[in-house]
């Protein structure tokens, strides 16, 4: 099991930064790759910025492309995005998302946080 807490949301104005982060604990050492998802009201969660172990570049979904950036800190157990201008479109739950692959993949999720960007 992976347990994972995000926190960091909160109210920005557009243009403004802010950063989550995600602390992880429990059976790290089985996870394959760390993502952030988001989820605006009534529309599906989407996978915006996802960071793998080992040996392949970042992935940015064109949305946040080149404004956001994800990272990891190992001594730390901790995932980061660093959200610069942001957008109202930005408004949304954020979650933190692992991923462990045995005979399929296992997803854990956070709790999410809000971030809520007023235009």
């Known amino acids: 099991q992976v347990h994972l807490v995000e926190s960091g949301g909160g109210l920005v104005q557009a243009g403004g930064s802010l950063r989550l982060s995600c602390a992880a604990s429990?059976?790290?050492?089985?996870?394959?790759?760390w993502g952030w998802y988001r989820q605006a009201p009534g529309k599906q969660r989407e996978l915006i910025a996802r960071?793998?172990?080992?040996?392949?570049?970042?992935y940015y979904a064109d949305s946040v492309k080149g404004r956001f950036t994800i990272s990891r800190d190992n001594a730390k157990n901790t995932v980061y995005l660093q959200m610069n201008s942001l957008k109202a479109e930005d408004t949304a739950v954020y979650y933190c998302?692992?991923?462990?692959?045995?005979?399929?993949?296992?997803?854990?999720w956070g709790q999410g946080t809000q971030v809520t960007v007023s235009s």
């Open positions: 998302n692992a991923r462990s692959f045995r005979s399929d993949w296992i997803d854990y």
């Open positions: 429990g059976s790290i050492f089985s996870v394959n790759d």
């Open positions: 960071i793998p172990s080992a040996y392949t570049t970042n």
